[in-house]
Nanobody
Framework: QVQLVESGGGLVQPGGSLRLSCVLS????????MNWYRQAPGKQRELVAQ???????NYADSVKGRFTISGDNAKNTVYLQMNSLKPEDTAVYYC???????????WGQGTQVTVSS
């Protein structure tokens, strides 16, 4: 079992920045893919950013150049730096870790991000 605790959401004006954090209950960076998803009201949950086992990153087209996923193995923490935020980035953001070899899949509780003037 892996527990994930997210923080860092809030209300921000368009053009602003936020950094989301996801603290993991144990060190799993070498075994799990790290993901950030988001779900806006009335929409399906979508993958926003991904960090692979070897540290490669992938992003949804809508956030490329604005969002950055990173990890700190010493702190068992995954981050999502979000810059140049837009109202359409408003959603609940979820941290997820996934182990392809076993199918293990764990989720955080979600943190609300609201971009509004």
């Amino acid at each position: 079992q892996v527990q994930l605790v997210e923080s860092g959401g809030g209300l921000v004006q368009p053009g602003g920045s936020l950094r989301l954090s996801c603290v993991l209950s144990r060190s799993i960076f070498t075994f799990y893919t790290m993901n950030w998803y988001r779900q806006a009201p009335g929409k399906q949950r979508e993958l926003v950013a991904q960090r692979t086992l070897i540290g490669n990153t992938n992003y949804a087209d809508s956030v490329k150049g604005r969002f950055t996923i990173s990890g700190d193995n010493a702190k068992n923490t995954v981050y999502l730096q979000m810059n140049s935020l837009k109202p359409e980035d408003t959603a609940v953001y979820y941290c997820n870790v996934h182990r392809t070899t076993t199918g293990d899949d764990y989720w955080g509780q979600g943190t609300q991000v609201t971009v509004s003037s």
